[in-house]
């Protein structure tokens, strides 16, 4: 008899509904026994009829498969909970796999409200997770060190580059990125460097990357994020006795977002089960659940293959199979939205997905003129919502395609101080490829910024090694000058080798060019094509094959936007100004959320407000939240360009629109701009096709394309006048309420947003000038000062004049900042 209920509070449901006082247990007490079976009872209540055989069912292999919001995943956490409460299983013989550790988090905790903290025992984590934990036990079984290394995408690819110089290849020619890619993808396959050798069409470059690569990783007993599954599976099928340990120990596995496993996690599920043992004195094999939808699938290029979720039952013949089609989530109206939507994906299976929630508020859409301005509605809106409907911004969630694009939204938000996150995917101005690239900018602007220009010496990698760097530096030291001037006598440093020297000195005509350039009066936004341009940088990335350096490019894209923005905004600003700029949205950037939703910013009570939540469609898999914005429905954008020309990409897109669409519960907005900048160029961009297939009549258009005329005939082409930068920091600001918040950048919030009587707010163009800045506060040393993020805070110094005035503000827990006043929404008290 197990003790396992020992501490079973089940929190979390309602005490009404179970029976009154627990008895006092022992383990021969029927008592005991029945209240055992009322709280296994208690779980199947709230569940409807599918979902409670889904609970109940055991034995044979189960998919549960169903559209979005249906209740897959709670009846997973139910169905561990109910596992548990019946003694079927113990805690510790749970292994449940959740895509993400968010979702694992949520899990985790929704187990432990059913079931209490017996759910610490229980496996609950993403198969990375599982695999790390199975490794460290066994290392020796595969002859890793127990504190074996992981290796991240970037040092994997620092690895490929040696291995590639050690084969004498040509890392032009075969740069890492690419190789690492490809490695990657036969790893999902479970193809390792001598299966592949084998194999009738490998390429010779690529099998003998591969194989050292692995040997490699092997000495440095590290292993990369691939490997943890590969290597995982192969120590299951070669150690018979380590894999009979594994199924004994796990007898409940169950796997949530199956459809977007791929064909190593698909085995790893099969080792573990023991599906795969047909011997007769094999361990009797555990119990397996999975659950996904098809239409969810949005990991392809990753490996991931519905093929799984299609074929479990070829692959499982006694399976049993569950549909759910109550959505418990969503309205009636974003259901059909994201239903109709969805059904023009080819060779999918039709689902009835239905709820009776009622048919709840249109669908709101809004065509802006640009994504300025489109963030400008998304923040004004979530700003009304919590005045007229009390929404806070913990309920809110904004998503687009890629992460590129949540620097406009971010900018919005820090202006007019609506507290955010951004979830996965660092925020803008943290992410590597900007960071290098502001670092060349500070270092042409700033020859004796050593950090920066030390960030960048070998980066992209042009040959110059930790070693000349050292002496460089020690020289440096030596004659008290900065590494920037030791630089220009490099000729002088002992003991530097003559290649060294040679590739120091390279690098030394490469920022003495890009300096002229800035002297020489080109922009920011020149000057930073010309780094890109000029380093390799941006060659290095476009010519990678991994999706992670696209999106580097699409981000370095963007920085340049933001430099042609502030060029047009400021034609009289240079580098250094830019440069300003951008640390003071770096500065604001990093406040942590908390503080400004617990109220230090704000000054006003903000607790259990939350924070509005941004985030890509992708990471948005298995979330829901109470309003959603989609922006960037545009073609091009969302649909992503890199998928227009590709049918099954084209559908992949569709079902990334699907989740995107069903993770609203009450209100749903969908936005696009009409015209969105990228590489400092602003781009028309058609709807997006998606758009056509959403019923006319559950949308309520805000705004149409009217603006479109408007802006071709405004004639002045994008003179700023819809810039971020440009507007003064009057994210919110209208005419009609301009001046009356100077210096803020913060609207009155609950004037605007009643006066505004969910009107769009006005166009940038043909309201206010490009240059209408708010006017620059006077301020004396001792002032008192209040910042939108930094709160109350005292002038502790002056310098510049005009529109270079600088501030040092004293703000307390903030510390003090140096503040640009033309741009920083400081109000004098
Ligand atoms: N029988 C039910 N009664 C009431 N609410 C339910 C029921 N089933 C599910 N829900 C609620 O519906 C919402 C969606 O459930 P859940 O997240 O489990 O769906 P899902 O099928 O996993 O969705 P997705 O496909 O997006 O992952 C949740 O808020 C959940 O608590
Ligand atoms: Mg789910």
Not at 204 to 232: E, G, K, N, P, W
Not at 461 to 471: F, P, Q, V
Not at 485 to 506: D, K, N, W, Y
Not at 563 to 573: I, K, L
Request: glycine content about 10%; aromatic content about 6%.
């Amino acid at each position: 008899m197990t003790t396992l209920f020992d501490d079973l509070p089940l929190r979390g449901l309602d005490p009404a509904r179970l029976p009154t006082a627990v008895p006092p247990r022992t383990d021969d007490d029927s008592g005991w026994q029945a209240d055992r079976a009322a709280r296994a009872d208690a779980l199947l209540e709230g569940l409807n009829p599918p979902q409670r055989e889904a609970v109940l069912h055991h034995g044979s292999p189960l998919l549960i498969v169903a559209g979005a919001g249906s209740g897959k995943t709670r009846v997973l956490t139910h169905r561990i909970a109910h596992q548990l409460a019946t003694g079927r299983v113990r805690p510790s013989e749970v292994l449940a796999i959740t895509f993400t550790n968010k979702a694992a988090a949520e899990m985790r905790e929704r187990v432990a409200d059913l079931v209490g903290s017996a759910a610490r025992a229980m496996w609950v984590s993403t198969f990375h997770s599982a695999c790390v934990r199975i490794l460290r036990r066994e290392h020796a079984a595969v002859g890793l060190r127990s504190s074996f290394s992981i290796y991240d995408a970037a040092d994997s690819q620092r690895l490929i580059t040696l291995v590639t110089r050690e084969l004498d290849l040509d890392t032009k020619k075969f740069p890492a990125k690419g190789l690492a890619s490809r490695i990657s993808a036969l790893k999902d396959e479970l193809v390792d460097p001598e299966a592949y050798a084998r194999s009738g069409d490998a390429d010779d470059v690529l099998a003998s990357v591969y194989a050292r690569y692995q040997d490699r990783l092997r000495q440095a007993s590290a292993v990369d994020f691939d490997d943890l599954i590969m290597r995982t599976v192969q120590l299951l099928q070669a150690h018979p006795g380590v894999a009979e340990h594994y199924r004994r120990r796990f007898r409940s596995i169950l796997v949530d977002e199956y459809q977007d496993t791929n064909h190593a996690q698909y085995v790893l599920v099969r080792e573990l089960t023991g599906h795969g043992d047909v011997r007769e004195d094999a361990v009797p094999r555990a119990e397996l659940t999975v659950v996904g939808d098809a239409d969810q699938s949005i990991y392809a290029f990753r490996g991931a293959t519905i093929r799984n979720i299609l074929e479990f039952e070829a692959d499982y013949p006694d399976a049993r199979t569950i549909l759910l089609e109550q959505n418990y989530r969503s309205t009636q109206t974003i259901l059909s939205a994201a239903n109709a939507v969805i059904s023009h994906n080819p060779g999918r299976k039709p689902k009835r997905l239905w709820t009776d929630a009622g048919a709840g508020a249109k669908i709101v859409g809004y065509v802006a003129d640009n994504e300025h301005e489109e963030a400008r509605f998304v923040a004004q809106e979530i700003d009304r919502l919590g005045d007229d409907d009390g929404v806070r911004p913990g309920d809110v969630a904004v998503f687009y395609r890629t992460n590129a694009q949540s620097r406009a939204l971010e900018e919005v938000l820090i202006r007019v101080g609506l507290p955010y996150k951004v979830v996965g995917g660092t925020r803008f101005y943290e992410r590597r490829e900007i960071k290098d690239a502001v670092a060349y900018l500070r270092a042409i602007a700033n020859p004796d910024d050593d950090v920066n220009l030390r960030r960048v010496l070998n980066v992209p990698k042009r040959g110059i090694g930790d070693r000349s760097e050292a002496m460089l530096a020690a020289f440096a030291e030596r004659e008290r000058i900065s590494v920037g001037a030791a630089l220009e006598r490099v000729e002088e440093a002992p003991g530097i080798g003559s290649r060294g020297v040679t590739q120091l000195q390279g690098f030394r005509e490469l920022m003495t060019g890009l300096r002229e350039l800035a002297a020489g009066g080109a922009g920011p936004a020149e000057v930073l094509g010309a780094v890109l341009d000029r380093t390799g940088y941006l060659a290095e990335l476009r010519a990678s094959d991994d999706p992670q350096d696209a999106s580097r490019v699409e981000n370095l894209a963007e920085l340049h936007a933001v430099a042609t923005e502030f060029e047009q905004a400021e034609p009289d600003g240079d580098l250094a100004d830019f440069l300003e700029r951008v640390s003071l949205v770096a500065d604001a950037d990093q406040i942590p959320a908390e503080d400004v939703a617990d109220g230090a910013a704000e000054g006003g009570p903000r607790e259990d407000q939350g924070v509005v939540t941004l985030m890509t469609l992708h990471t948005a898999k298995g979330l829901e939240f109470p309003v959603v914005f989609v922006t960037g429905w545009e073609d091009g954008t969302f649909p992503h360009m890199r998928s227009l020309a590709d049918p099954d990409q084209l559908a992949e897109e569709r079902r990334l629109a699907y989740v995107g669409l069903t993770r609203a519960r009450r209100r749903l907005y969908i936005s696009r701009a009409a015209v969105r900048t990228a590489w400092g160029a602003p781009n028309e961009f058609p709807a997006s096709r998606f758009l056509a297939d959403v019923p006319d009549e559950l949308v309520d258009w805000r705004r149409r394309e009217s603006s479109m005329a408007a802006l071709r005939a405004g004639g002045s082409g994008w003179g700023g006048g819809a810039s971020a930068w440009g507007r003064g920091g009057g994210g919110y600001r209208r005419d009609d309420d301009g001046g009356s918040v100077i210096g803020s950048g913060r609207p009155p919030r609950r004037a605007d947003a009643d006066r505004s009587g969910g009107t769009p707010p006005r166009t940038a163009r043909g309201s206010s000038s490009p240059k209408a800045s708010a006017p620059i506060p006077t301020l004396a040393v001792g002032d008192r000062v209040t910042h939108d993020s930094y709160g109350m805070g005292r002038v502790v110094a002056l310098e510049g004049s005009g529109p270079n005035a600088v501030a040092k503000v004293e703000f307390g827990t903030h510390g003090t900042k140096r503040l640009l006043l033309r741009y920083s929404p400081v109000t004098k008290l």
